[in-house]
């Protein structure tokens, strides 16, 4: 009589959709986007390379100039600091509210980020260009890698 009743298939990820509604609930605005992200709200948006020579890092911060970002590394921490503005009024001194939905902030920011050992800052640079800054970071002489030429005896 019963045979004909069977429960739903809902799949294998239902356990994750049901743990995903809960941390959404537990973790509203401070949530993680993915399990890669950074928290929701970091700004500005970074990479961080590291070749034998030097580390670089790319800040991604589209609207900045660079009188509007300030760089400085302390104990092997990258430091990033600034404000970013509200949009100006449209052509008519119109404000550009009200929002439907907003993504951009503005306000001051500060990020910061640690970096590996043996880096000589006195040799730091930073370049910008459309709205992306290239910090080099080379390392310290005695902590490159040297090659070692084998001599046949």
């Known amino acids: 009589m019963f045979d004909d009743l069977r429960r739903f298939d809902t799949g294998p990820f239902q356990g994750l959709d049901w743990f995903r509604q809960l941390m959404d609930e537990v973790f509203p605005e401070g949530g993680v986007a993915d399990i890669r992200a950074v928290p929701r709200g970091s700004y500005p948006m970074i990479n961080v390379g590291r070749t034998d020579d030097a580390v670089r890092v790319y800040v991604f911060a589209a609207g900045l100039s660079p009188h509007d970002l300030e760089i400085s590394l302390q104990d092997n921490v990258l430091t990033l ?26 306000g001051e920011f500060a990020r910061s980020i640690a970096l590996p050992e043996g880096l000589d800052a ?29 001599k046949a005896a």
């Open 81 to 106: 600091r600034g404000k970013r503005e509200a949009l100006p009024p449209d052509s008519e001194g119109e404000s550009r509210r009200p929002y439907f939905r907003r993504e951009r902030f503005d």
């Open 122 to 150: 006195d040799l730091s640079e930073a370049r910008f260009h459309d709205g992306i800054f290239e910090i080099h970071l080379p390392k310290r002489e005695e902590l490159k890698p040297r090659r070692i030429e084998i």
